[in-house]
């Protein structure tokens, strides 16, 4: 009776050690599937780290390096420079159209004359006005979204920072 709860303990402790194996390849394939790298490559090598240093390090440095090395926040940093530049575009939609043609006309007895001519549509009451103000829109809501994101980045430097601490 005596040797079998440390049979049992011994028994939940290999069971233990065997799932603890069976996670480690399955947190393997899953960083190999967020890192693109297949199945059969053996491009990546885990290693534990030595020790965490004492203290952590300087805050401008964390943030310079959290904000270079974000995809995300380069993400919204593309999306904000693609709405100034649809913004851009659509209030220089204001002429429409403006384009070169070819004026032909009969001219009584000579016959005809051709020659060049433009077509141009002026904006008398119409002026891109809802064009515009969409795009100011979407300046406002990818500006919103960017410093969300930027905010968002610096909890997670201050969160970690603590955590280390």
């Given at each position: 009776m005596e040797a079998l709860p440390p049979r049992v303990d011994a028994r939940a402790m290999s069971d233990l050690a065997l799932r603890s194996a069976q996670e480690r390849d399955l947190a393997r394939d899953r960083l190999r599937l967020l890192l693109g790298l297949r199945r059969d490559n053996s491009a990546l090598r885990l290693r534990l780290a030595t020790a965490l240093p004492s203290t952590p390090?300087?805050?401008?440095?964390?943030l310079e390096t959290a904000l270079a090395?974000?995809?995300?926040?380069?993400?919204?940093?593309?999306?904000?420079?693609?709405?100034?530049?649809?913004?851009?575009?659509?209030?220089?939609?204001?002429?429409?159209?403006?384009a070169p043609l070819l004026s032909v006309k009969g001219v009584g007895q000579p016959g005809i004359k051709a020659g060049p001519g433009l077509s141009a549509d002026l904006p008398v009451f119409y002026r891109n006005q809802g064009g515009v103000a969409r795009a100011d829109t979407e300046v406002r809501r990818a500006t919103a979204e960017y410093a969300a994101l930027r905010d968002q980045v610096e909890l997670e430097i201050r969160q970690a920072r603590a955590s280390l601490r």
């Open positions: 390090p300087e805050w401008p440095a964390l090395a974000r995809p995300d926040l380069r993400a919204a940093e593309i999306a904000l420079e693609a709405a100034l530049l649809r913004a851009r575009w659509e209030r220089s939609r204001i002429v429409s159209l403006l």
